[in-house]
């Protein structure tokens, strides 16, 4: 097997596929010593976190038909794990059946029971510190290091429920209590799920592997080679594979799918239907500082689910993340109120409704390591604004119920790609109408070939994706693996 990428998605695909002893290759765009950084933490409390590298936002790398609209990307071991904040909420039973109601094209073609085993087996990995209730908005994850939300916010807690919402704390990945990590997050995918297989001998890396296309066997009806440029030598070489796993992001992976044509496949490969690299979403975001008459705790981080179906127009909800870190702390520390702020930050993720004209589509153009150019098609819709604004109110208002004196200091929203959480680009869905891949993250023509990132979702719920993401890819590597070795590929 070959895997394409080794971010979140890519890394769970191999360390399963090597678990399971499945001959795996991972083919990373990124050179080997690609993530520089340090993370220094010592029985609970993080000393050092810093990375070398900043992230960088691609202009080279694509075109945009909406101005308004932003990539960042890191073509390194771990892919943007090198910099993200570790938030990793489970979906909920509500996110999954939210886009039934919206018909058929946007019902996925799992639910919340099926995964749920898979975040079990995934979760451990990620060593995360978070709540140990069930609430109806955010099942609770096997979490290592239980946090329990400060009695401070009950009376918010009480008057959310009121408003259809959970409040509770924020499951993160943490890592271990003392660590010592040569990049700069307690979770970089390929050290945490890859090196070590790799070093074991269990599978092989390939570094500065920039792949461009996969190769089609009409004969055998299977993808039979991966085509991709040595970044050293700057030659195209050839791999040849029994299958492959596809990983690069939910962009590079929609841009490899659609390069790979054929006699079969003219639209690229598996795209029988036409939506490969369609509806793509993506997290409108919207960032909230308020300013308290009395100070509130930072740590462990409050969240403010999304509210009820019942409450909430199909496929659109919000939740409220508040900030928190080393580094609030430290401010509190020296505001001379340990363990607490007179203000509060929030970061409102919302959603928006998948559609075929938001896309990714190849423009014609070649970059210098040989991929193709692409165009984002990204807008997000005036609904996603508005629930943005109600969803600041709706805290405002809380925070008022409590008793915290709130006067909004800051709202903003960001523009589309900010959140860094673009998906949908190669969803799953029962009919290839609507999808490329099956409930597995097969693609439904093409069965050698799986999907593992945030592309294969159906649609976008309202939390950070990385935990489903790797679930989802657990899953799909776990079956993979079966049906090599039955010989069912
Ligand atoms: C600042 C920041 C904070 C974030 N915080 C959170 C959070 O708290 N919680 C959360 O859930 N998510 C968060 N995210 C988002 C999260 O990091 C991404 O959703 C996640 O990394 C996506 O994983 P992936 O494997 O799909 O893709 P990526 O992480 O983008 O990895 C893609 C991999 O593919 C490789 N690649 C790309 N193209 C090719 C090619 N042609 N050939 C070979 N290899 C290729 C790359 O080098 C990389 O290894 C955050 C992101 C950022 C930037």
Known sequence: MIVIGSGPGGATAAHFLARAGIATTVLEGGPEHGSLGLTVRVRGATLVHWSAR?????????????????????????????HWSNAVPRFSDIDFR??????????????????????????????????TSDTPHVPAGKVRRVWKL??????????????????????????????????????????????????????????????????????????????????????????????????AGALNTARILLESTSDDFPLGLGNTEGVLGRYLHDHPLGKLVIDLDKPVPVHPPLYIS???????????????????????VAKSLLSRHPGRMPWTGFSIFGTMAPTTENRVAL?????????AGMVLHIHHPPESQRLLEQTRDQIMELMGQAGLGPRLRVFHTEIAGNANHYGGTCRMHRSPRYGMLDAWGRMHAVRNVAVADSAVFTTGPEKNPVLTSMTLSAR???RLAQDLRAGAL
């Open 306 to 328: 999304r509210p009820t179906l019942e409450r909430t127009d199909p496929l659109y909800a919000a939740a409220g993340a508040q900030w928190t870190g080393t580094m609030m």
């Open 363 to 371: 423009d014609g153009t070649r970059r210098g390591d040989g991929t």
């Open 476 to 478: 799909a590597a776990d």
């Open 54 to 82: 900043p992230l960088a936002r691609r202009l080279d790398a694509v075109s945009f038909d909406n101005p308004q609209a932003e990539l960042f990307e890191e073509l390194a071991p771990g892919g943007l794990s090198n």
């Open 150 to 247: 400060p009695r401070a916010w009950d009376t918010l807690a009480e008057r959310a429920r009121v408003q259809g919402r959970d409040v509770l704390t924020l499951p993160y990945t943490y890592g271990a209590e003392t660590t010592l990590s040569p990049t700069g997050n307690v979770f970089n995918a390929f050290d945490r799920l890859v090196k070590p297989a790799w070093k074991a001998g269990r599978l092989k890396v390939r570094f500065n592997a920039r792949v461009i296309r996969l190769e089609w066997s009409a004969q055998t009806r299977g993808v039979t080679a991966v085509i991709y440029r040595d970044m050293t030598t700057g030659r195209e070489e050839r791999i040849p594979c029994g299958g492959v796993v596809v990983a």
């Open 98 to 131: 939210d886009g039934t109601r919206a018909g058929e094209s946007q019902t996925w073609p799992v639910g919340y029971a099926d995964l749920a085993p898979w975040y079990d087996q995934v979760e451990p990995l990620l060593r995360i510190a978070g709540g």
